[in-house]
């Protein structure tokens, strides 16, 4: 069985289970299609620093809003069901005042933009 890699490289299939990606906050997800799926969501820990920063900061639509997000994207990030982006991650260590360790932690766990995506899937097809 073949498995998909969503998140960082999402256009990357493997041909066995990417246990290396076990204990980063990688979730595995049944997919219709029997196709296993790997969807890059946040550690309970983090997601729980998270949402004390938000409850502290604000409301979720005040801080949304000052993200440029949607105060929904925001509900699903300190619950830990997804994962920001670069760019999302680094105006919410800003706004959310995080810590040095919570926003590199978060940094590291984010996945790349989609112009970053984009990049490197030009260059592994020998496109640039």
Same mark, same amino acid.
């Given at each position: 069985?073949?498995? /998909?890699?969503?998140?960082?490289?999402? +256009?990357? #299939?493997?041909?066995?289970?990417? *246990?290396? @990606? /076990?204990? #980063?906050?990688?979730?595995?997800? $049944?997919?219709?299609?029997?196709?296993?799926? +790997?969807?890059?969501? !946040?550690?309970?820990? @983090?997601?729980? /620093? @998270?949402?004390?920063?938000?409850?502290? *900061?604000?409301?979720?639509?005040?801080?949304?809003? /000052?993200?440029?997000?949607?105060?929904?994207?925001?509900?699903?990030?300190?619950?830990?069901?997804?994962?920001? *982006?670069?760019?999302?991650?680094?105006?919410?260590? $800003?706004?959310?005042? !995080? =810590?040095?360790?919570? *926003?590199? +932690?978060?940094?590291?766990?984010?996945?790349? =933009?989609?112009?970053? %995506?984009?990049?490197? +899937? %030009?260059?592994?097809?020998?496109?640039?």
């Amino acid at each position: 069985m073949a498995y /998909r890699v969503v998140g960082p490289t999402p +256009w990357r #299939t493997v041909p066995a289970e990417p *246990s290396h @990606l /076990r204990d #980063t906050g990688v979730v595995l997800e $049944a997919e219709a299609t029997a196709e296993t799926v +790997w969807r890059r969501t !946040l550690p309970e820990v @983090l997601a729980r /620093r @998270l949402a004390e920063a938000r409850r502290a *900061s604000g409301s979720f639509r005040t801080i949304a809003q /000052r993200v440029g997000i949607t105060h929904g994207y925001l509900h699903q990030l300190t619950r830990g069901v997804r994962c920001p *982006s670069r760019s999302v991650a680094v105006a919410m260590a $800003a706004e959310l005042h !995080l =810590d040095e360790e919570t *926003s590199q +932690w978060l940094l590291r766990l984010a996945v790349p =933009d989609r112009e970053e %995506r984009e990049m490197v +899937w %030009r260059r592994d097809q020998g496109l640039t």
